[in-house]
């Protein structure tokens, strides 16, 4: 019975866990499109990212970097746990196709599986990628901002 009922809410998750996939994918791509841009602009100069208003702090400006930072380094995190579960879900039914000698069938859930599972680790690595680029550049930028403002 708890089998079952894991079964179940196993394969519960898998549409929303490949609706995550994709949606993270298309975020991905989209936020290395923005990098692109931004290194673009970042040509021009006296280009800031940052925002720096009248009273702000350190703690402030910091605070800012970690919110522009934290989509693509939670998504660089999260997608190949969403891939692998984009993977396993279907694996058990594939494994009793094959076993009631349904070969085709398995082959279809299998090629899927795999599919969920490239696209979260493409997407993962283009997050990394971009939080790794852009962590480079607001952290020039508070070094800059510290030294203007005469901060230690």
Avoid at 97 to 108: E, I, P, R, T
Avoid at 128 to 151: D, P, T
Wanted: glycine content about 8%; charged content about 15%; cysteine-free.
């Amino acid at each position: 019975m708890l089998e079952t009922g894991f079964a179940h809410i196993a394969q519960a998750l898998l549409w929303p866990v490949l609706v995550l996939v994709a949606l993270g994918f298309v975020y991905a791509l989209w936020s290395a499109g923005a990098t692109l841009m931004e290194a673009l602009q970042r040509r021009r100069p006296g280009y800031r990212a940052l925002r720096v208003t009248e009273g702000a702090s350190l703690e402030l400006l910091e605070l800012q970097i970690v919110r522009q930072l934290e989509p693509a380094r939670l998504l660089g995190r999260v997608a190949p746990l969403l891939g692998l579960i984009a993977t396993m879900v279907p694996l058990g039914p594939a494994l009793q196709s094959v076993a009631a000698g349904q070969g085709q069938q398995a082959l279809a859930v299998f090629s899927s599986a795999f599919s969920g599972v490239v696209l979260a680790l493409a997407a993962a690595a283009l997050a990394l990628v971009v939080y790794s680029v852009r962590r480079r550049w607001l952290l020039a930028e508070l070094l800059a901002i510290k030294a203007e403002q005469g901060w230690s």
